[in-house]
């Protein structure tokens, strides 16, 4: 059985802060991990995903995050949040066959 | 070329009434799957396709739900009756060999039920 579970159901920052979303997994193989943003109205949109290569992840919109397998984590990152980051961001994990989700963390910024 | 295309985009029908979603994935495809958000919790499994069947329905909620993918490409999700708490986001996601394992989604279709 895989899960995710995220830190932080509503995260806020100011502008220029540096932006951390935490997300932790459960796998019993190896995982395919994600990262996946939903803007007000949207779709979901795939931010980042780690394949087993390289453990620290750079994504779209200057987000990145590390996977960590002695910490079981997959934590987002972001230096400086702009205004337009604000958004729903879910966390995923995926054995491969099927995807499972975390239950998200709202991200407010503030001016 | 396209991503994954989900019908109708916003659907508003009243309790009792059937509402069929439609989702087109990518093409070459095998694997399909359909989630749902409800009433901005998390998003939860429904069910996962390959091809034309059905590897693993464990997430469908009750047998008022019904998903179908004759011929192994698009694939329908009909709610019949619906009701209230049926409402919320419906998300269609496909993936293949092609797509190194990563799961595309569409952009999801709006369902409410009044």
């Known amino acids: 059985a895989q899960s995710v579970t995220q830190l932080g159901s509503h995260v806020s920052v100011s502008e220029g802060a540096l932006v951390l979303l935490r997300c932790n997994y459960s796998?019993?193989?190896?995982?395919?991990l994600f990262w996946y943003v939903q803007y007000p109205n949207q779709g979901l949109q795939l931010l980042l995903k780690?394949?087993?290569?390289?453990?620290l992840v750079k994504g779209i919109n200057g987000f990145e995050a590390e996977f960590k397998k002695s910490e079981t984590s997959f934590h987002l990152t972001k230096p400086s949040a702009h205004m337009s980051d604000a958004a729903e961001y879910f966390c995923?994990?995926?054995?491969?066959?099927?995807?499972?989700f975390g239950a998200g963390t709202r991200l407010t910024v503030k001016p | 070329e396209a991503g994954v295309t989900q019908f109708p985009s916003h659907s508003v029908i009243e309790k009792g009434q059937t509402v069929t979603l439609r989702c087109d994935p990518i093409?070459?495809?095998?694997?399909l799957y359909w989630y749902r958000r409800v009433m901005g919790k998390e998003i939860k499994f429904l069910l996962h396709?390959?091809?034309?069947?059905?590897?693993?329905e464990s997430g469908m909620p009750n047998n008022r739900f019904l998903a179908e993918r004759t011929g192994g490409t698009y694939s329908t999700l009909k709610v019949q009756p619906a009701e209230l708490e049926d409402s919320g986001v419906y998300f269609c996601?496909?993936?293949?060999?092609?797509?190194?394992?990563?799961?595309?989604f569409g952009e999801g279709s709006w369902l409410t039920v009044v």
């Open positions: 996601a496909s993936s293949g060999s092609n797509s190194g394992n990563t799961i595309y």
């Open positions: 796998s019993s193989v190896p995982p395919y």
């Open positions: 780690y394949t087993s290569a390289a453990t």
């Open positions: 995923a994990v995926s054995d491969r066959n099927d995807m499972r």
């Open positions: 093409s070459g495809h095998d694997n």
């Open positions: 396709f390959v091809k034309e069947s059905k590897q693993d």
